[in-house]
Each structure stands twice: as structure tokens, then as C-alpha cells.
């Protein structure tokens, strides 16, 4: 572990409340966070494709603005988003069968939404609850009359049943003192909220990822502020 991920543990210790409660011991101890960022242009070749963990499934980029995932030549079934504007994200789950794809419908600011989708034997199927319970969640304490909140699915754990979650006060001034506020979420596939994680701790496993494409989760679960 280094120097950055140790110096982050430590912070995270510091910002638990009187509130806190153990963190299940049963769960995988970090976020997978290898994403790849497109946008819209990238759908005009009918060729741009992100590659899965197991380099045999890739999510082709289509002509006709869907994702396809596709094996080898085949597909295997086809997400539609209707609303697709720029900062396009796509997140595989390590173990190849599971993806995230965040986008925003306005602009670098959002709003963006998210979607959880796993491979089955007759397409695609998608896990709705991780994303809105996180977000409902949420929306009960922070939130921008204005514009609405920004939602992002940023990692999975290494078994691929769990996904990291954060919720955004839309970060405009209109949005009031509150504005880009975060609020980070563990959350099981089911929808059931394993850990929150306030302002600063989510932050700060933000910039871990960024740096090294994971991030520890913190031993702790710490009220959001």
C-alpha cells in the first residue's frame, strides 16, 4: 500500500463521528475504479468499443447511438439511452458479466445520471435500485431545488456484487451554499445501502482512484454531513 492510501486511511479515521458503525467485515476491502470516457462523436465509426476485463466482451459504440455488447462477432443484447449528451462513462466490473455506464444529458456539469446493467443468457438486464436508492437517499437532505442532484456509478469491488455510488449537488452557485456536495454510497446490487460516506471521505477516495485506479474502503461508516 502506499504512502497516498495509507495517508487516506488515517483521514478517514478522523472524520468518523459519534454515530459511527462498523463496516460489515465480510465485504471486499477496495473499489475497482477503470472507467473510459467517450463522447458522442466517438459513436460515428460504428467501431469504438470498450474492451471487458476478460478482453473476449467488448460494449460497442454504434452508429445509431446504442451500446452493444458484443462477443467475438455476436451480440449479446443492446442498451438504448435516449438522453446521451457528453461525458460518457463506461465501467466493467472485474468480472467481465456487469457494467456501469454514467453519462450526463446537458454538459460537463449534468445533469448526469447512471445505470447498472449485468449479461444474462437472453440479453441485458438492468439493476435499477443501487443507483435510485442511493440517490433518494440522498435527495432527502441535500438537494438542488434548481437543477436536481447528479448521480455516478465510480467503482465495484473485486467480486463484482458491490458498486461505489456518488451523489452531487448540481455544482452551480444557483444550487445555494451546498452546491457540489457529495455523498458516497456502498451499495449492494439488491439496492441495500452497506456504507455512506459524507463530503470529505468521498473526496478523498475520489482522488485515490484518479491517481490509482482503485481506492480502499474505509473501515468505517461515517453519517453524511
Excluded at 478517514?12 to 458503525?21: A, C, G, I, K, R
Excluded at 460515428?44 to 476485463?53: K, L, M, R, Y
Excluded at 442498451?79 to 457528453?86: A, C, E, G, P, R
Amino acid at each position: 500500500m502506499n504512502w497516498f492510501n495509507l495517508t487516506l486511511i488515517s483521514l478517514l479515521f478522523l472524520t468518523q463521528d459519534s454515530t459511527s458503525t462498523p463496516r460489515p467485515k465480510d465485504l471486499n476491502n477496495s473499489f475497482h475504479c477503470h472507467r473510459t470516457v467517450y463522447a458522442l462523436q466517438d459513436f460515428d465509426s460504428g467501431t469504438t468499443a470498450a474492451i471487458a476485463p476478460n478482453h473476449s466482451d467488448r460494449i460497442l459504440l454504434a452508429k445509431d447511438y446504442s451500446f452493444r455488447v458484443m462477443r467475438g462477432q455476436t451480440e449479446i443484447g443492446s442498451v438504448q439511452i435516449k438522453d446521451l449528451s457528453s461525458n460518457i462513462e463506461i465501467l466493467w466490473a472485474p468480472d467481465s458479466k456487469k457494467f456501469a455506464i454514467t453519462y450526463s444529458d446537458g454538459g460537463a456539469e449534468g445533469a448526469f445520471h447512471a445505470h447498472i446493467y449485468e449479461l444474462s443468457h437472453d440479453g441485458v438486464k438492468e439493476f435499477p435500485k443501487p443507483v435510485r436508492v442511493a440517490f433518494d437517499d440522498f435527495k432527502t437532505h441535500d438537494y438542488c431545488k434548481k437543477r436536481g442532484n447528479n448521480v455516478f456509478v465510480e467503482g465495484w469491488t473485486s467480486d463484482s456484487r458491490s458498486v461505489f455510488v456518488v451523489t452531487e449537488v448540481f455544482p452551480t452557485g444557483d444550487c445555494g451554499r451546498k452546491f457540489g456536495k457529495l455523498g458516497g454510497y456502498f451499495m449492494d446490487l439488491q439496492g441495500q445501502i452497506l456504507s455512506r460516506y459524507n463530503n470529505k471521505q468521498t473526496a478523498l477516495m475520489q482522488k485515490s482512484w484518479e491517481k490509482t485506479g482503485s481506492t480502499p474502503i474505509p473501515p468505517v461508516v461515517v453519517q453524511l454531513d
